[in-house]
């Protein structure tokens, strides 16, 4: 007992007794934090691989997993089994696991940051990454399993483009262009054909646009889709245009001309007119990298004038001012475009622009005076009842690709031409304007014929008829922009059928006629085989200024008979960033 108390009581070589007690301690603490340490900066790594592969993938969506199996490999990542969804693989000490999920990531700050990214959504714009792998362990391999490293991230690239669907004049008539803007502004219209080729070839930058506009509507901050949230007359309108800087004096009067002379006072939703997509979150003035937004402005100004009249009726007395008729009497009937889908558009891969329902009464005559037909038989006139209706025509942003960088972009449109249906005959006006119900056609009054007796026309014959006529195989053409044609600014055009005669002339041979005595007790069968060719003969003279009329009235309302005209002005592959 004496010799233990000594040995407890003794200080000397204590030092040396507790570090041989706590040396195995200490080393098992300092492998683990090794190992601890290790497993941090081998993990760091991965995350890092894996963040570059999200946004190589972003960049090539169309290949993500490719790009991705790329990436790793190009990081020293060599041997990977990719995960499908759905499944679980576990990752072993030679080869490591990878999940590649493509979907949709929607920045938005009222969505919550675990919900933004949904996947499988189409159209895709991001991917998802995920990367399972052994961990190694230097010193407590030995007694435990490696752990396993799991990282994700998600990368997004939005890539988008600015196109529209609108009008192509492919000749003008200043007369019929300042006739039709009246009756759809009010006021009178009196522009000269210099100022509208002026206005057709002028491009408004839109943004620069919708800047100024701010100011119209006195908006004195916010961002571009808290301005297009507001209402503005057509008149407000024009003047912002004029005021967009780097416009041509001559278009710049010509708009504030047209301002000053409308007097509608309808306001229409610029977001009708223009969707701006995520471009219009930027706060005014500022402008998106690698995108320009532009567009006619005439086309401009007549999209907003068919918005201003809704479904409203403009009636146009056109008198005898269109060569080789006596008097043209236009109405015109434009319904509503369907809801989230305007004339202008900046989007990805699905936004939709189209243009508005349209429907075209037009009663052209001609007073001939004496052109015999034999046995002193005159036709004194001729009527020509013409009505079309063209449904909304549709273009879709399909793809917007760039295999080798912003110089090889080509934009995809799926563009889809309006039904077109033709009747010569009378229409119901009671229903002309109303676009939920379909016309109601009956016969018309074609010709008035007369028997010459010594220096007197007494009134003989009524001639009435009708004709339809319809272009109905419409299939979605698919238009591809390359960058040369954005940077021109090209109009392409898909029609629903080559048609190989004129829309008049195929009601007028198509037309089926009937001969009235007017209770004269004449025998009419002996006369219908004289009087039905001459009254073909006498309309298919007059097809060709209605034709002409006809076309230049849908196109200076942004439609075509069996045609879409789609035009792509600015369009951009995007960024690939990281997101989460």
């Known amino acids: 007992m004496a010799a233990t108390r000594k040995l407890l009581a003794d200080r000397s070589a204590n030092f040396a007794v507790m570090t041989a007690l706590c040396t195995p301690v200490a080393l098992a603490l300092t492998a683990f934090a090794v190992d601890e340490g290790s497993l941090y900066n081998e993990r760091r790594a991965a995350q890092s691989i894996v963040d570059l592969a999200a946004i190589t993938a972003a960049a090539n969506i169309n290949n993500a997993q490719q790009a991705v199996l790329t990436t790793l490999k190009d990081n020293g990542l060599n041997s990977v089994t990719v995960q499908q969804p759905g499944t679980n693989i576990a990752p072993?000490?030679?080869?490591?696991?990878?999940?590649?999920?493509?979907g949709r990531y929607t920045g938005t700050s009222s969505i919550a940051t675990g919900s933004r990214f949904e996947a499988g959504q189409l159209p895709y714009n991001a991917v998802q990454v995920s990367l399972k792998k052994q961990g190694t362990l230097y010193f407590a391999g030995s007694i435990m399993s490696p752990p396993t490293i799991g990282t994700t991230a998600i990368a997004s690239a939005q890539p988008q483009a600015a196109f529209s669907i609108g009008s192509r004049l492919a000749s003008l008539n200043g007369g019929i262009l300042n006739a039709l803007l009246s009756g759809l502004l009010g006021g009178n219209i009196s522009l000269s054909v210099m100022d509208y080729n002026s206005l057709i070839s002028a491009d408004v930058d839109v943004l620069s646009f919708v800047s100024a506009l701010a100011t119209q509507l006195n908006?004195?901050?916010?961002?571009?889709?808290?301005?297009?949230?507001?209402?503005?007359?057509?008149?407000?309108?024009?003047?912002?245009?004029?005021?967009?800087?780097?416009?041509?004096?001559?278009?710049?009067?010509?708009?504030?001309?047209?301002?000053?002379?409308?007097?509608?006072?309808?306001k229409i939703p610029l977001n009708t007119l223009v969707d701006l997509g995520s471009v219009g979150n930027l706060?005014?003035?500022?402008?998106?990298?690698?995108?320009?937004?532009?567009?006619?402005?005439?086309?401009?100004?007549?999209?907003?004038?068919?918005?201003?009249?809704?479904?409203?009726?403009?009636?146009?007395?056109?008198?005898?001012?269109?060569?080789g008729l006596t008097s043209t009497t236009l109405a015109i009937a434009i319904g509503e475009p369907m809801q989230n889908s305007p004339w202008l558009a900046v989007g990805e891969a699905g936004t939709v622009v189209r243009t508005a329902q349209t429907r075209i009464k037009l009663n052209a005559s001609v007073t001939l005076g004496n052109s015999n037909l034999g046995g002193?038989?005159?036709?004194?006139?001729?009527?020509?009842?013409?009505?079309?209706?063209?449904?909304?025509?549709?273009?879709?942003?399909?793809?917007?690709?760039?295999p080798t960088g912003p110089s090889s972009i080509q934009v995809s449109i799926a563009a889809q031409p309006g039904v077109v249906a033709a009747h010569l005959a009378n229409s119901s006006a009671s229903g002309f304007a109303d676009f939920t119900k379909p016309q109601s056609f009956s016969d018309a009054d074609i010709a008035d014929v007369s028997l010459k007796l010594l220096l007197i026309n007494l009134n003989l014959l009524q001639v009435t008829g009708s004709s339809a006529f319809s272009v109905t195989n419409m299939t979605p053409t698919n238009l591809t922009f390359n960058a040369t044609d954005i940077a021109n600014k090209a109009i392409k055009t898909v029609?629903?059928?080559?048609?190989?005669?004129?829309?008049?002339?195929?009601?007028?041979?198509?037309?089926?006629?009937?001969?009235?005595?007017?209770?004269?007790?004449?025998?009419?069968?002996?006369?219908?085989?004289?009087?039905?060719?001459?009254?073909?003969?006498?309309?298919?003279?007059?097809?060709?200024?209605?034709?002409?009329?006809?076309?230049?009235?849908?196109?200076?309302?942004?439609?075509?008979?069996?045609?879409?005209?789609?035009?792509?002005?600015?369009?951009?592959?995007?960024?690939?960033?990281?997101?989460?």
């Not at 072993?92 to 493509?102: E, H, L, N, P, R």
């Not at 402008?287 to 320009?292: D, V």
């Not at 002193?376 to 760039?402: F, R």
């Open 283 to 323: 706060g005014l003035g500022q402008k998106p990298a690698g995108l320009s937004v532009t567009a006619s402005a005439l086309s401009m100004l007549t999209a907003a004038a068919s918005l201003a009249n809704g479904t409203n009726q403009a009636t146009v007395n056109l008198g005898a001012t269109i060569p």
């Open 376 to 402: 002193g038989i005159s036709l004194l006139a001729v009527n020509l009842p013409l009505n079309v209706e063209v449904a909304y025509a549709e273009a879709k942003l399909t793809d917007i690709t760039c």
């Open 92 to 102: 072993t000490s030679s080869q490591a696991v990878v999940q590649i999920v493509q």
């Open 495 to 580: 029609s629903t059928k080559n048609l190989t005669q004129s829309l008049t002339t195929s009601l007028v041979n198509n037309l089926s006629l009937s001969v009235n005595a007017l209770g004269l007790g004449i025998d009419v069968t002996a006369l219908l085989g004289t009087v039905k060719p001459a009254v073909t003969t006498l309309l298919n003279g007059v097809t060709a200024p209605v034709d002409s009329l006809v076309y230049n009235v849908l196109g200076a309302l942004g439609v075509r008979v069996g045609e879409a005209d789609v035009r792509v002005t600015g369009a951009t592959c995007g960024r690939s960033v990281l997101v989460q």
């Open 219 to 266: 908006i004195s901050a916010g961002s571009y889709s808290d301005v297009l949230a507001s209402k503005a007359t057509v008149g407000q309108i024009a003047t912002a245009m004029a005021n967009v800087p780097g416009l041509d004096g001559t278009s710049s009067l010509a708009l504030r001309s047209i301002a000053s002379k409308a007097t509608s006072t309808i």
